[in-house]
């Protein structure tokens, strides 16, 4: 099982007269839709209807590299000495790095790996498949995989890697983790508070909580002004 990074939103399918397009979008992207201005929900419908570049689709995960050294490491035991090592070729390719775009997404992943040490080194985790798990409502599907999925004791525990912007409510986050956790719903049994989202530049760790209850009505109203504006472009 397993929490994004850059936001992204892409759709591949065209509706038939009288039909709604079912409308795929990440969950950090639904979340910065849902709070943000209009002039940032329209942004996000030209994202989804006219995506240009491969970056305005949900990608690969941004902190691939990390999450497999992380993987790694509690696999062989919390073994620092492969710890070690791959920090250093990892490194190694930041500072060899022949593009910003390349080099930043290698700091980045630095920056989680170490980041990640700080709180969690001595987590005697089990590391388990992350599932792949989406949320539906009217026609929009959310993307919910997590990035990390680990099992601690008999507790499965999700987590999402990312930054936080500048300003942001931490209602945004929350967002994205009551829909992981409405994903996972008849599928993984789980708490709220086992989800959570690891911000590597700060070392903060948001969890989920019971209370993000009052967020439901709040994603099924996202889900359904998202299709409206989706539907009133295509008609």
């Known amino acids: 099982m397993g929490l994004s990074s850059p936001q992204r939103c892409t759709t591949e399918t065209t509706p038939r007269f009288g039909e709604s397009m079912e409308i795929k979008i990440s969950a950090r992207a639904f979340a910065e839709f849902v709070f943000g201005s209009p002039s940032k929900k329209s942004a996000t419908v030209r994202g989804i209807l006219r995506p240009r570049s491969p970056e305005t689709q949900i990608p690969r995960r941004y902190y691939a590299r990390a999450i497999r050294i992380i993987r790694a490491y509690h696999k062989r035991g919390n073994s620092q000495a492969y710890l070690k090592d791959e ?12 593009t910003r775009q390349s080099r930043t997404q290698l700091g980045m992943n630095l920056m989680a790996i170490e980041a990640y040490m700080k709180l969690f080194a001595d987590r005697t985790w089990r590391i388990t498949p992350c599932p792949r ?16 999925a680990v099992a601690d004791g008999k507790r499965i525990r999700l987590i999402k890697l990312g930054v936080r912007k500048e300003k942001e409510i931490e209602d945004v986050v929350r967002v994205m983790l009551r829909v992981i956790y409405q994903a996972c719903e008849g599928q993984i049994e789980i708490a709220p508070e086992d989800i959570a989202y690891f911000d590597v530049s700060t070392g903060e760790v948001i ?20 299709q409206d504006l989706v539907d009133k472009k295509v008609a």
């Open 87 to 98: 920090l250093a070729k990892l490194s190694e390719k930041w500072q060899t790095a022949e």
């Open 133 to 148: 798990i989406h949320y539906s409502s009217h026609s929009v599907r959310i993307s919910a995989t997590p990035d990390l």
């Open 207 to 226: 969890r989920g909580a019971r209370s993000d209850l009052r967020l439901a009505s709040t994603i099924e109203g996202g889900c359904a002004a998202l």
